[in-house]
């Protein structure tokens, strides 16, 4: 059975702290992982993931991926209290264009 | 250009009773989800839907049914509302099944007491 594991599930940090959030997958036949930031409402999409080591950026966040040990990180450095918010990873599930989700990891940044 | 949008943005419903949510996009995408989202699970698919008239089950369809009668729209109804079905409800758009980025409206929080 496809699934997305992410952790940890909730961390609080000060600003100015640097946070790695993991998200671990085991996906039929795999083709993608994306991130989302989720704040009080909608997902809004943060990156798409399709090659291994290959590093994406954003401003502050960057996630890489790695294919062989079915795994991503996503990295978020100098945070800011605009971080805060639940950051969901997901996988688009056996070969199809269907996400499934990972429970997501709550991040709150303290000022 | 308003992206996804949902009505109704919160609802109370009382076991039994029948509501229709309805997602409407603006971005001409072929591909709507319906998603409902609890604590600690994520996002789970409820049906979806690859163009105009089509509809297909997710991960999680009993209780509800949908239908896309124009590209635009997808509607999620629920016929006997239970309190197993609180939760909030997400639609979601995508230009085409390989373009896997989902573009996500902003919810709707029901409660069936």
Not at chain 1, 45 to 71: A, H, P, V
Not at chain 2, 37 to 62: C, F, N, W
Request: include cysteine; aromatic fraction near 10%; glycine fraction near 8%.
């Amino acid at each position: 059975e496809d699934k997305v594991v992410q952790s940890p599930l909730s961390l609080v940090v000060h600003e100015g702290d640097t946070v790695t959030l993991n998200c671990s997958y085991e996906v039929t036949n795999f083709r993608s992982l994306l991130w989302y930031k989720q704040e009080k409402k909608a997902p809004t999409f943060l990156f798409m993931l399709t090659s291994s080591g290959i590093e994406k950026k954003s401003g502050r966040l960057s996630s890489i991926l790695d294919k062989k040990e079915l795994f991503s990180i996503l990295n978020i450095t100098a945070t800011q209290t605009g971080d805060s918010a639940v950051y969901l990873c997901a996988a688009p599930m056996d070969s199809s264009y269907k996400l499934i989700f990972g429970s997501g990891t709550r991040l709150l940044v303290r000022p | 250009n308003a992206g996804v949008t949902q009505t109704p943005k919160f609802r109370v419903l009382k076991t039994g009773q029948s509501m229709t949510l309805l997602c409407a996009q603006d971005m001409n995408h072929e591909y709507m989800y319906w998603y409902r989202q609890d604590p600690g699970m994520g996002l789970r698919l409820i049906h979806y839907s690859v163009g105009e008239g089509t509809t297909a089950k997710g991960e999680v369809p009993d209780g509800y049914n949908v239908s896309r009668l124009k590209k635009q729209n997808f509607l999620l109804g629920l016929e006997s509302a239970a309190p197993s079905q609180t939760s909030v409800y997400f639609c979601a758009s995508s230009r085409s099944g390989s373009e896997e980025t989902q573009y996500f409206g902003p919810g709707t929080r029901l409660l069936v007491l």
